[in-house]
């Protein structure tokens, strides 16, 4: 599955973990539904009390699909304010486009950073290539709340390849960290956000199991892309919990978190793949329609107002479209 690997043996590794381990608070499965012009979604954080996932708002795994020719879809144009997006291609191809001068190709182990802030439009989509041939499209997007003293920020945009993330050890070698965002154990990624948070996809081998420290002023939560295991430290039942793909563990307090890999896994699954996020808990009202993500009602009418009149702007006149053949 992952585009960006590495020989564990030859990493950094993670330190010695110590500290309470976090206990396992719920573990959720996520219904699937279609997002866009109709491309499949696992919605991760159905469920789920919002006050868990703060400063995260939303999360859906897109795919896992091989898609026939002619078939990948994408969204068209459209607006966000008051949060930032985090988008990560595991496999596959995604165009970027907004229309304050952000954009790029998102492809195999890439990431983008997108603070939507005041107000922005912009349009993710398959290019020509992959449409017309089809192939493998899998990834995550990620909304990540702003403060209300942020939401009015000018927007920004980070695109950053599969090569910028940092890669780790596990401290026996059986499992790769890639740190896409934030700082897990004094290792930084390469996306900047403007939460305090981390986020990280994890592979562990059949059988391993990895301790990892974790910023205990974070919250914690942990989404299996692939594979089955536990999480949790102790017997499986008792203080661990079995977890498989398409669920979401909620983690509790505590200083480093627990994962461990069943040693069968699926005929299609050579490990456990599991996609790691926490971060500074905002603590403000959240009031969510559609593509805005505002403290209060007032905020989102001011947000559909702003955006009925232009001054989110307007789509650039070199525009990528979605390629429909």
């Given amino acids: 599955m992952p585009?960006?690997?590495?020989?564990?043996?030859?990493?950094?590794?993670?330190?010695?973990?110590?500290?309470?381990?976090?206990?396992?608070?719920?573990?959720?499965?996520?219904?699937?539904?279609?997002?866009?012009?109709?491309f499949p979604v696992t919605r991760a954080f159905a469920g789920v009390p919002p006050q868990e996932l703060d400063p995260f708002v939303h999360m859906d795994q897109m795919g896992e699909v091989e898609y026939a020719p002619m078939e990948p879809k994408g969204t068209p144009w459209h607006p966000h304010r008051g949060f930032e997006t985090f988008t990560y291609m595991i496999d596959g191809t995604f165009e970027h486009q907004d229309n304050h001068g952000g954009g790029?190709?998102?492809?195999?182990?890439?990431?983008?950073?997108?603070?939507?802030?005041?107000?922005?439009?912009?349009i993710e989509t398959p290019p020509e290539s992959l449409v017309m041939s089809g192939g493998v499209f899998h990834g995550i997007q990620l909304w990540i709340n702003l403060p209300g003293s942020k939401k009015m920020i000018a927007p920004a945009y980070q695109n950053l390849e599969g090569d910028d993330v940092t890669l780790l050890s596990s401290q026996d070698g059986g499992s790769l960290?890639?740190?896409?965002?934030?700082?897990?154990?004094?290792?930084?990624?390469?996306?900047?956000?403007?939460?305090?948070?981390?986020?990280?996809?994890?592979?562990?081998?059949?059988?391993?199991?990895?301790s990892i420290p974790w910023n205990p002023m974070f919250n914690a939560l942990a989404y299996v892309l692939a594979g089955e295991g536990s999480v949790g430290e102790g017997e499986v039942g008792?203080?661990?919990?079995?977890?498989?793909?398409?669920?979401?563990?909620?983690?509790?307090?505590?200083d480093?978190?627990?994962?461990?890999?069943n040693e069968k896994q699926d005929s299609r699954t050579s490990a456990m793949e599991v996609f790691l996020l926490g971060g500074q808990p905002i603590r403000e009202p959240v009031f969510q329609y559609g593509p805005f993500v505002m403290n209060?009602?007032?905020?989102?009418?001011?947000?559909?107002?702003?955006?009925?009149f232009g001054r989110f702007g307007q789509i650039p006149a070199d525009a990528i479209q979605p390629f429909r053949g």
């Avoid at 206990?23 to 012009?37: D, L, R």
């Avoid at 480093?256 to 890999?261: E, S, Y």
């Avoid at 209060?296 to 009925?308: R, S, T, Y």
């Fill in 256 to 261: 480093r978190l627990v994962i461990t890999a």
């Fill in 238 to 254: 008792a203080t661990a919990a079995p977890i498989k793909v398409g669920q979401l563990a909620v983690f509790g307090q505590g």
């Fill in 104 to 122: 790029g190709v998102i492809e195999n182990g890439a990431t983008q950073y997108m603070t939507a802030g005041a107000g922005i439009l912009h």
């Fill in 296 to 308: 209060d009602k007032q905020g989102v009418i001011q947000a559909m107002e702003d955006f009925h």
């Fill in 3 to 38: 585009a960006i690997t590495a020989d564990t043996l030859t990493l950094p590794r993670l330190s010695e973990a110590v500290g309470r381990s976090r206990p396992v608070k719920s573990v959720t499965s996520g219904p699937k539904a279609y997002e866009g012009e109709g």
């Fill in 177 to 210: 960290l890639r740190v896409l965002a934030g700082e897990i154990d004094g290792h930084t990624g390469p996306g900047k956000s403007q939460t305090p948070m981390s986020i990280a996809h994890l592979t562990v081998a059949p059988g391993a199991s990895v």
